[in-house]
């Protein structure tokens, strides 16, 4: 049974549960809103939950575009904020490309937030070979399918421990993106700045969550980004990898409903 609310602003498409503080959470590539429909029956209690399709992901088609920058994705969400006219500031937050645009979201837009989640993420930009290895990734796309780049990514981003059906939900979410936009948004990574220097200008209170078992995005990386921010707590979740609001949702969701009672 589908109890979401699908909606369609500022031409993103996107599923909403509950009421309450408006949550407003950013899918990782190249996923879609789903990945967080595990969290919504711990936190649509709590929360206005509001799950966008980012441009060129999930049902939000990609305009004429070779790359889609991190910038230009939060400019997105600002619009989609205008058209949601939410009553008070929210709480963004966003797992890994997900991240990075939440980060750049605090950046330009920190009036609206009453705080941040950052999931999985890095601040650091990509090294010289791991950006045009992005770059030959996203032109060889069109050839080599969303099925090559799945099977890539998924030995990856998860711990272990995770169950075969999680794997298949997040291989199935892989497929059906679009190349056009899948590729434009490597592209746009790839150019993303550093935004380590960035943190310590972020003071909107904000939670680190990291998989304990997270390879791409490690622990101890993301740790010490919740040191570089003036207000920031750090958590990790056991049994997790790359994915952990999809693979451990209930400890996840736990960690956020602390976060959102310290913040309130
Ligand atoms: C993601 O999960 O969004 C990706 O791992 C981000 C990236 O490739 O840097």
């Known amino acids: 049974m589908d109890l979401s609310n699908s909606t369609q602003s500022a031409g993103l498409h996107a599923a909403e549960f509950g009421e309450g503080a408006f949550f407003l959470a950013v899918h990782g590539f190249p996923f879609d809103h789903?990945?967080?429909?595990?969290?919504?029956?711990y936190l649509s209690d709590d929360c206005r939950l509001v799950f966008p399709d980012l441009r060129g992901f999930g049902k939000t088609p990609l305009p004429v575009s070779r790359v889609t920058t991190m910038r230009q994705f939060a400019e997105d969400l600002r619009q989609f904020l205008?058209?949601?006219?939410?009553?008070?500031?929210?709480?963004?937050?966003g797992l890994s490309m997900g991240g990075y645009v939440a980060l750049h979201f605090a950046r330009m837009f920190p009036e609206c937030l009453s705080g941040l989640i950052l999931c999985d993420m890095k601040a650091a930009a990509d090294l010289q070979t791991a950006a045009d290895?992005?770059?030959?990734?996203?032109?060889a796309l069109p050839t080599t399918g969303l099925s090559a780049l799945a099977d890539?990514?998924?030995?990856?981003?998860?711990?272990p421990a995770v169950d075969e059906?999680?794997?298949?939900?997040?291989?199935?979410?892989?497929?059906?993106?679009?190349?056009?936009?899948?590729?434009?948004?490597?592209?746009?990574?790839?150019?993303?700045?550093d935004m380590t220097d960035w943190l310590p200008e972020i003071h909107t209170p904000t939670l680190v969550v990291c998989g304990e078992q997270?390879?791409?995005?490690t622990p101890a990386e993301?740790?010490?980004?919740a040191e570089r921010l003036p207000s920031a707590d750090f958590?990790?979740?056991?049994?997790?990898g790359h994915l952990s609001p999809l693979e451990s949702p209930e400890v996840f969701a736990a960690h956020v409903k602390d976060f959102l009672k310290k913040i309130s």
Do not use: H
Not at 152 to 159: D, H, T
Not at 222 to 225: A, H, P, V
């Open 133 to 139: 290895n992005r770059r030959r990734r996203a032109d």
């Open 165 to 193: 059906e999680k794997i298949q939900k997040v291989r199935r979410m892989i497929l059906r993106q679009s190349v056009n936009g899948t590729a434009a948004a490597d592209r746009g990574m790839a150019e993303r700045p």
């Open 152 to 159: 890539a990514m998924i030995p990856n981003l998860f711990a």
């Open 235 to 240: 958590a990790t979740i056991p049994n997790a």
């Open 82 to 93: 205008t058209q949601k006219k939410p009553t008070s500031r929210i709480v963004i937050c």
């Open 214 to 217: 997270d390879q791409i995005s």
């Open 34 to 41: 789903e990945m967080w429909l595990p969290l919504v029956s």
């Open 222 to 225: 993301m740790k010490t980004i």
